[in-house]
């Protein structure tokens, strides 16, 4: 799975993050936690869209990288912005069978979701695994 590093800086009810290898793509959140959620949709967004105009998307640079070459994110670090590893996780209009072995109860819960929200018990796996991998990311 690629990663991308996003620089997160601000303070309680305004943070933000940005990715210093795709300058323009940015995100914004009331919590740091919240910043880092936006910003793995907002990775998502960019790299799709620039592959849609036909745009080659940078190879992301490691953390260890990134305070090298960039001035810029030595700074904002040096004032208490954090970096952090971001998930691309991609939407290939590809959908693909897997079979999976759940507990029953999870299972029931899943479907009681789903139910819920009136979509289907796959489109409830995919939402709950893409926000479980956006928070861990």
Same mark, same amino acid.
């Given at each position: 799975?690629?990663?991308?590093?996003?620089?997160?800086?601000?303070?309680?009810?305004?943070?933000?993050?940005?990715?210093?290898?795709?300058?323009?793509?940015?995100?914004?959140?009331?919590?740091?936690?919240?910043?880092?959620?936006?910003?793995?949709?907002?990775?998502?967004?960019?790299?799709?869209?620039?592959?849609?105009?036909?745009?080659?998307?940078?190879?992301?640079?490691?953390?260890?990288?990134?305070?090298?070459?960039?001035?810029?994110?030595?700074? +904002?670090? !040096?004032?208490?912005?954090?970096?952090?590893?971001? *998930?691309?996780? @991609?939407? &290939? /209009? #590809?959908?693909?069978? $897997?079979?999976?072995?759940?507990?029953?109860?999870?299972?029931?819960?899943?479907? +009681?979701? !789903?139910?819920?929200?009136?979509?289907?018990?796959? *489109?409830?796996? @995919?939402? &709950? /695994? #893409?926000?479980?991998? $956006?928070?861990?990311?």
């Amino acid at each position: 799975m690629t990663r991308y590093i996003a620089l997160i800086d601000g303070e309680p009810g305004a943070f933000g993050a940005v990715f210093p290898d795709l300058p323009g793509c940015t995100a914004m959140g009331t919590t740091m936690d919240e910043a880092l959620v936006n910003a793995t949709e907002a990775l998502r967004d960019f790299v799709e869209t620039a592959r849609a105009h036909g745009e080659a998307v940078p190879a992301p640079r490691s953390m260890e990288r990134l305070r090298q070459d960039e001035p810029d994110v030595r700074e +904002a670090l !040096a004032h208490a912005a954090s970096l952090a590893s971001v *998930a691309l996780i @991609e939407d &290939l /209009a #590809r959908p693909v069978k $897997a079979n999976l072995s759940l507990d029953s109860g999870v299972l029931a819960a899943i479907d +009681a979701a !789903a139910e819920r929200l009136r979509i289907t018990r796959s *489109a409830t796996v @995919e939402m &709950l /695994a #893409r926000r479980y991998i $956006a928070e861990i990311s």
